[in-house]
């Protein structure tokens, strides 16, 4: 069982940049590929960055690509998002989520989540 929880959010004007932290509990973590999605208002939790377990494998949606990155350290069991030059269609609940083995952007595809963290841009 892992439990996941997300920290870093908050209200920033357009073109600052926030980190968001996801703090995972569980001795596996290690073995965990780990995703970043979001759900704006009125629209469909959608896929932002995911991470392969040992680091070596990104995948970004293409909205994001060149603004956000997303990092790990397994030694801190903890998955970061840091999201520079952000807009205001950024604005959005941002969860995390993991699951053992194989990095995927689907979300069906994750069996721990967290509570999300809001993040408000503003223009």
């Known amino acids: 069982q892992v439990q996941l929880i997300e920290s870093g959010g908050g209200l920033v004007q357009a073109g600052g940049s926030l980190r968001l932290s996801c703090a995972a509990s569980g001795r596996t973590f290690s073995n965990y590929a780990m995703g970043w999605f979001r759900q704006a208002p009125g629209k469909e939790r959608e896929f932002v960055a995911a991470?392969?377990?040992?680091?070596?494998?990104?995948y970004y949606t293409d909205a994001v690509k060149g603004r956000f990155a997303i990092s790990r350290d397994n030694a801190k069991n903890t998955v970061y998002l840091q999201m520079n030059s952000l807009k205001p269609e950024d604005t959005a609940v941002y969860y995390c989520?993991?699951?053992?083995?194989?990095?995927?952007?689907?979300?069906?595809?994750?069996?721990?989540w967290g509570q999300g963290t809001q993040v408000t841009v503003s223009s």
């Open positions: 989520a993991g699951r053992p083995g194989k990095l995927t952007v689907l979300q069906s595809m994750y069996d721990y």
């Open positions: 991470i392969s377990w040992s680091d070596n494998t990104k």
